[in-house]
């Protein structure tokens, strides 16, 4: 039972409708931009517009944050990644001008929503039930997720074309705009706006230092695996969108069903057990995808996704809030320290977006997607050693 259920569930709800909107449009907008000039690099480049926008404003939306308020920042990282999807109604047609102009738009939201949806988490959920409530709020996610997709992907393919993504960006907008007004019910709890950023940056906890290495792989594997090189060796093998909608709504229920099975038998204590068996079949269900890139093989990959998603996602989230309530020596330094732990996380996105563009540069066609899911999926087995040694720490 979580504590502040009322809190909680209207926090949830809040996230939901969030989630399901962008869920709803998120796959189809990677493929709406490689359809402008089917670019791997050009698509690569929005990625990595997006990923140094976020390092280099999600201190200034921590600072932001605190002379506002954490919901306050959840609220305007939402409300932009309306204004976005905004942009792409208005400026459907310069694909040129698009890749700058989401890349930054969705990189400022990405850092507000970001500093606003930590901070809430770890006020609204004490550190003993984050497990639970973890795997609650996959649990909806994963409901979004898949819901969203199919919907959309159907909507894409009957109304066909231009019209059937710019109907996809409306009722995305619709859902963003929801979640702002919906959050107007949570309590609004203010900041001190003194913060000591330097001392989170150069605190000496083993665990912190720890917590930071593991982020930078982390955040390699999880910013280009799925929502990019994923959706990309997806497309292409099934050449339809309304096959992506479908098979990421397959994956999505596995994930739930997954989900639930976790929640009853992951505990802080085995935590890493369970991160380590499914960073292993994603790893090597990756390399089956490049020996057989098929149709059939690419269904059994999106179950392994959803079946191994949430056994490496809260393990990593989890651990993170009781790394910096463990550090911190007040809730106004958690703050800090969550924004600290972005440098890491935004160079990391950088570091593997130029490596792809690299990469492809010297191996061009579609075989690089696969090699590289086989190289990005093996990062998750790297972090297992940071994730064994901070689940002992905690």
């Known amino acids: 039972m979580i504590k502040k259920v009322s809190e909680a569930q209207r926090y949830l709800i809040a996230q939901l409708l969030y989630q399901f909107g962008l869920l709803f449009s998120r796959i ?9 000039n089917q670019s791997l690099d050009q698509l690569a480049w929005f990625f990595l517009i997006q990923s140094f926008t976020i390092l280099l404003v999600y201190y200034p939306c921590g600072v932001f944050a605190r002379w506002t308020s954490p919901l306050f920042a959840f609220r305007l990282g939402v409300g932009l990644y309306g204004v976005s999807y905004g942009t792409l109604l208005i400026f459907q047609h310069d694909v040129a001008l698009l890749y700058l102009w989401i890349g930054l738009l969705t990189g400022i939201a990405e850092s507000f929503w970001s500093v606003g949806t930590h901070v809430l988490t770890m006020e609204i959920v004490p550190n003993e039930q984050r497990d639970s409530f973890s795997h609650y709020h996959y649990v909806f996610t994963s409901l979004a997720g898949m819901i969203a997709p199919f919907l959309a992907g159907s909507m894409i393919t009957y109304l066909g074309g231009m019209k059937g993504y710019l109907a996809v960006f409306l009722i995305t ?26 001392a989170a940056f150069f605190n000496k906890s083993k665990a912190w230092k720890q917590l930071l290495q593991a982020s930078f792989l982390w955040i390699g594997a999880e910013s280009l695996l799925k929502p990019f090189l994923l959706v990309m060796a997806l497309y292409l093998i099934v050449k339809s969108e309304w096959w992506v909608g479908t098979f990421t709504t397959i994956s999505s229920l596995c994930g739930i ?24 079949c994603l790893f ?42 463990s550090v911190t020596e007040s809730e106004e330094q958690r703050l ?8 890491p996380l935004g160079l990391g996105r950088i570091a593997v977006l130029i490596f ?20 990005f999926s093996g990062f998750y087995l790297m972090v297992y050693g940071w994730i064994r040694k901070l689940v002992d720490m905690s």
């Not at 705009?177 to 900041?191: A, M, P, Q, T």
């Not at 490496?312 to 790394?323: A, F, G, H, K, S």
């Not at 800090?336 to 440098?343: A, C, G, K, L, S």
């Open 356 to 375: 792809f563009l690299f990469f492809h540069k010297i191996w061009t066609g579609e075989d690089v997607l696969y090699l590289m899911l086989i190289v």
């Open 257 to 280: 069903l997954a989900s639930f099975y976790y929640a009853q038998v992951i505990q802080p204590q085995n935590r890493q057990r369970y991160y380590l068996i499914a960073a292993l």
């Open 173 to 198: 907008m619709i859902f963003l705009l929801s979640s702002v007004l919906y959050s107007f019910s949570l309590r609004n709890k203010g900041y001190r706006p003194k913060s000591n950023f330097r």
């Open 336 to 343: 800090d320290f969550i924004t600290v732990r972005e440098i």
């Open 28 to 36: 189809f907008l990677v493929i709406f931009l490689w359809k402008g």
């Open 284 to 325: 090597l269900f990756m390399i089956f995808l490049w020996s057989v890139p098929a149709f059939w093989s690419i269904v059994l990959v999106m179950v392994v996704v959803g079946i191994t998603t949430p056994a490496l996602d809260i393990p990593m989230n989890t651990v993170m809030y009781e790394v910096i309530d």
